[in-house]
């Protein structure tokens, strides 16, 4: 685990003056996220380390594991208008969730990469549905046809 916390406290600095010190080397860290690094709930990263290193007059912060696990930073890609990925939040009932097993492990079981992933499937399941729902619907207009005109259906998808 990274040893900010001890090295910080050591030079007698708080979280916000680590903050502070990052920013002149344009590095925007809100306190919050100097805390998560000292609880090792998050890393810094390459450069942000290196500033923290030169701050804290210290080298041995990480380890040789930890600072190359660093530099392996997964990159989101752009959400939103404007690309081809959209942002889903969705409220589920926890016991919906969790029916049978909890939902990390069905997602696993399932051969399923991640939570996107199983919502991606879902949305594809849902496509399915709704491709049949309007073929079925346009079935049932076009036998609602006496004498060349068409008459007003008296069904809804819902």
Do not use: W
Not at 30 to 37: H, L
Not at 44 to 66: A, G
């Amino acid at each position: 685990m990274p040893k900010y916390r001890e090295a910080r406290i050591a030079k007698g600095l708080k979280q916000a003056d680590i903050s502070a010190a990052l920013r002149p080397f344009g590095e925007y860290v809100p306190v919050p996220v100097i805390s998560r690094y000292e609880t090792g709930q998050s890393l810094p990263t390459p450069r942000q380390h290196e500033i923290m290193c030169k701050v804290l007059d210290s080298e041995k912060l990480l380890s040789t594991q930890e600072v190359k696990f660093s530099f392996i930073r997964r990159v989101k890609p752009p959400v939103g208008p404007g690309t081809s990925i959209y942002r889903l939040t969705a409220d589920t009932p926890q016991k919906l969730a969790n029916k049978y097993a909890p939902l990390g492990v069905k997602i696993r079981v399932c051969g399923l990469k991640s939570l996107s992933h199983a919502a991606a499937l879902c949305l594809r399941c849902l496509n399915l549905r709704y491709l049949r729902a309007v073929k079925k619907k346009a079935a049932l207009d076009g036998a609602n046809i006496e004498d060349g005109k068409r008459i007003k259906a008296t069904h809804s998808i819902g």
